[in-house]
């Protein structure tokens, strides 16, 4: 069953859908490569049903016939641009993440955003006359309650370290982990960003990190694990192997005796 989609589609039917995927497409059209737009199409046609999609990153791969690094970086973009949303989803049963769900985003046109609206004619400041006694002070109108309500919402962290701060303040509640478990991954990024074929990688690895994070937050939640870092450290470099290194594996998955030459 896959009716739960619907829990995170922005449009009501396929209508709608499709026209602000058109939309998207023709604001973004320079911003966009073959394999964007392919990702994309592909992303759409399986939300046509439940208005969102549950896709593995291989199988995005595989149809589009790019690799799994290329494939992770167009999401990247598409996300980047406010063309579609990207949530990651928790296995109920098994442990760790499962695929990503994707739901693609309503357009909002920037220039409509930005166009100043029109200012009121000011009246005539002698029409009406003023009534203090029905008009409340200021200082009695607003009380500290409604400056902290109304005050501008917290932004998210943009930074890792910052969004892993944020994440185990609302779980484990520790500080000082988030400071040990960043290491973990500078160490681990390091070690292949050093590399001139891996330098362009610094969002995959942030992205996989953050991934690795929220696998241990949910282990720890079913069982005991005394070394987090240590957990997260293995799960990080599971996932860093997945996603650079399988690729590389099926170009050497040709049969011994098609290689061999007399």
Request: net charge positive; hydrophobic share 35%.
């Amino acid at each position: 069953m896959t009716t739960y989609l619907t829990n995170y589609a922005h449009f009501t039917n396929k209508h709608d859908m499709d026209e602000a995927v058109n939309r998207h497409l023709t604001a973004n059209w320079n911003d966009l490569n073959k394999t964007d737009r392919a990702v994309l199409d592909m992303i759409r046609r399986y939300s046509v049903k439940y208005g969102a999609a549950h896709l593995k990153h291989d199988t995005i791969a595989t149809t589009v016939d790019k690799s799994n690094v290329t494939v992770r970086r167009a999401i990247r973009k598409l996300e980047k641009l406010g063309i579609i949303e990207r949530i990651h989803y928790i296995r109920p049963i098994m442990n760790g993440l499962g695929a990503n769900i994707y739901s693609i985003l309503p357009f909002h046109d920037q220039s409509k955003m930005t166009t100043p609206e029109k200012v009121a004619k000011p009246c005539d400041s002698n029409s009406q006359e003023d009534k203090p006694e029905t008009e409340p002070l200021f200082s009695k109108s607003i009380t500290t309650k409604d400056l902290k309500r109304t005050s501008p919402a917290e932004q998210s962290p943009t930074t890792l370290f910052g969004k892993m701060k944020a994440l185990l303040s609302t779980t484990i509640g520790e500080d000082s982990l988030a400071r040990r478990l960043f290491g973990v991954y500078r160490a681990q990024s390091l070690r292949l960003l050093k590399f001139s074929i891996y330098e362009d990688q610094t969002e995959l690895f942030e992205d996989l990190a953050v991934q690795a994070l929220h696998i241990s937050v949910q282990a720890t939640k079913r069982k005991n694990i005394r070394n987090i870092p240590g957990y997260f450290d293995g799960v990080l470099r599971e996932l860093i192997d997945k996603a650079l290194f399988r690729e590389i594996f099926k170009e050497y998955d040709t049969p011994i005796n098609e290689i061999f030459c007399r």
